[in-house]
C-alpha cells in the first residue's frame, strides 16, 4: 500500500506563489515518473508538470517559465513551486507517482488533492 500525501495549497492573490509538496509513503521499492496536476471545476483533469527518476522535466504550455517541478528521491517527494501564479490556476492539485513496490509490480497512485486559489 502506498500513499501519497500533498501539502502547501492555500489562497493567494495574483502575482504570488506557493509551493506544494507531496509525499509518498508506504510499501517503496523505488519511484519512477512523479507528476502534478490540476482540476478545476467544469474541466478535465490536466498535466501540470512530470518528472522523471532521472530528473527529466517536462511542463504544460500555460505554466512553462512560472512553475518549477523538482523531487527529493532520498525523502521520496516532489514539489512544485508556483510563481506569478494567475486566476486560471485556481484548482485542485494532485500528485501522482508510478511507484514500484516489488521488483516485478508497480502502481500508479493519487494523492487526495490540495486547492489552489488565485484571487484577482
Known amino acids: 500500500q502506498v500513499q501519497l500525501v500533498e501539502s502547501g495549497g492555500g489562497l493567494v492573490q495574483a502575482g504570488g506563489s506557493l509551493r506544494l509538496s507531496c509525499a509518498a509513503s508506504?510499501?517503496?521499492?523505488?519511484?519512477?515518473?512523479m507528476a502534478w496536476y490540476r482540476q478545476a471545476p467544469g474541466n478535465q483533469r490536466e498535466l501540470v508538470a512530470g518528472?522523471?527518476?532521472?530528473?527529466?522535466?517536462n511542463y504544460a504550455d500555460s505554466v512553462k517559465g512560472r512553475f518549477t517541478i523538482s523531487r527529493d528521491n532520498a525523502k521520496n517527494t516532489v514539489y512544485l513551486q508556483m510563481n506569478s501564479l494567475k486566476p486560471e490556476d485556481t484548482a485542485v492539485y494532485y500528485c501522482?507517482?508510478?511507484?514500484?513496490?516489488?521488483?516485478?509490480?508497480?502502481?500508479?497512485?493519487w494523492g487526495q488533492g490540495t486547492q489552489v486559489t488565485v484571487s484577482s
Open positions: 508506504g510499501s517503496i521499492f523505488s519511484i519512477n515518473d
Open positions: 518528472i522523471t527518476s532521472s530528473g527529466r522535466t
Open positions: 501522482n507517482a508510478e511507484v514500484r513496490t516489488t521488483l516485478w509490480q508497480t502502481s500508479r497512485t
